[in-house]
């Protein structure tokens, strides 16, 4: 079975705190990506890679940095934690030339 | 860019047939992908349609029509268990079709 797994379920932090948000998967996947899922909105790509050290902006990139040291790993970086990034977080991860998306459990960010 | 367009809420009985649209303009396409989340979980990979056509798998089916940029995902023989959203997603011209972009989810409801 595919695992990714996120470091955090749930997570609280102050206004212009650096948050760490880390995935790990253990498929050897090429392809990792982090969203961020609102109510009504579904879920919106903020950066995902390809390779190591290699990253593509999403959809909504603006505050948040990645990470991508070793294949299994990717991590989100909030810079300065604002509360409108109050989100769920999930992180997946692809096999190149395969369709299914494998997701973590997310973590629930408050910043208060 | 993208937009997909599907149904907030549908509710249904156990034992009926439910249907999900989706409607979606992309800049270029690749496949249209079914994944389905429950509340507190993460979202699962349910079904990936390239072709025109209907693709079966046990009780649910997906059907894409790509000159109609359109697609359905079809529930039969409901069940309490298929409580949850549905989210449709598009894998598109950019970046090769690594990127997902998703709608904003379908939250259907079975009563008994």
């Known amino acids: 079975d595919v695992k990714v797994t996120q470091s955090s379920r749930y997570l609280v932090k102050r206004t212009g705190e650096k948050v760490f948000l880390e995935c790990v998967q253990d498929?050897?996947?090429?392809?990792m990506f982090w969203y961020r899922q609102d109510p009504g909105l579904g879920l919106r790509l903020i950066y995902f890679?390809?390779?190591?050290?290699?990253?593509e902006k999403g959809d909504i990139p603006e505050g948040y940095s990645v990470s991508r040291e070793k294949k299994e790993r990717f991590s989100l970086i909030l810079e300065s934690a604002s509360t409108n990034q109050t989100s769920m977080y999930l992180c997946?991860?692809?096999?190149?030339?395969?369709?299914?998306?494998?997701f973590g459990p997310g973590t629930r960010l408050t910043v208060t | 860019g993208q937009s997909l367009e599907q149904p907030s809420e549908v509710t249904a009985v156990e034992g009926a047939i439910v249907q999900i649209n989706c409607t979606y303009q992309?800049?270029?396409?690749?496949?249209l992908s079914w994944y389905q989340q429950h509340d507190g979980g993460a979202p699962t990979f349910l079904s990936y349609?390239?072709?025109?056509g209907l693709e079966e798998t046990g009780r649910f089916s997906s059907f894409l029509s790509r000159s109609d940029s359109y697609g359905y995902l079809l529930l039969q023989e409901l069940q309490m268990k298929d409580s949850a959203s549905y989210f449709c997603?598009?894998?598109?011209?950019?970046?090769?079709?690594?990127?997902?972009?998703f709608g904003g989810g379908t939250r259907l409801m079975v009563k008994p």
């Open positions: 997946a991860s692809r096999g190149t030339g395969y369709h299914e998306q494998y």
């Open positions: 498929m050897d996947h090429e392809n």
């Open positions: 890679s390809y390779d190591v050290k290699m990253k």
């Open positions: 992309t800049s270029g396409f690749y496949g």
């Open positions: 349609n390239a072709l025109d």
């Open positions: 997603a598009v894998r598109d011209g950019d970046n090769a079709g690594n990127m997902l972009t």
